[in-house]
């Protein structure tokens, strides 16, 4: 089942359940994805967006709603800070889930030993496509990167051959 047919399950589910303010926010998905296919169109084409398009709309909704709440709480309006931090919950059941340190440990030695990386930034890679979809954060891959090559350097002058 595809995000964006399982979004419209949920809003059909929380219609049913009474639950205003998750369908309050699942109507603000839909509409957000729905603003992008009418925007993204060409002559009368329209453009279904697939699920790693509804994901970059998704991260897209959180980052705007994280930056609301930084500023509600500095200018002291709890209550709006409250709703913008509800909606991020259920955005967030919809994002694939982070990479584990350990499955961040092992994209980044793979990904050293199939390049042969040797310096900081070459073993870093993007980590979504061997991770399906799920992402590490960009400073656990280039922190992880950069202990890859420090462990692999030491290895290597342990043996003699750095």
Known sequence: ?????????????????????????????????????????????RLELDDAQVLSVLEKMLKQ??????????????????????????????MPQRLSEAEVDDLVRATIAETGARGQGH????????GQGRRPRRHDRGQRAGEGLAGLRAVLVGVGVG
């Not at 589910?13 to 169109?41: F, N």
């Not at 609301?68 to 919950?89: C, H, M, W």
């Open 123 to 130: 073993g870093q890679g993007d980590g979504r496509d061997e």
């Open 65 to 94: 709603r994280r930056d609301s709440i930084q500023q509600f709480e500095a200018a002291a309006r709890q209550d709006l800070a409250d709703k913008e931090k509800s909606e991020v919950v259920v955005i967030e059941a919809y």
């Open 1 to 45: 089942m595809s995000l964006k047919t399982r979004l419209m399950d949920d809003v059909k589910a929380a219609m049913k359940g009474g639950d205003k303010e998750r369908l309050q926010t699942l109507r603000l998905i839909t509409s957000a994805i729905k603003q992008v296919e009418i925007d993204t169109r060409s002559e009368g084409e």
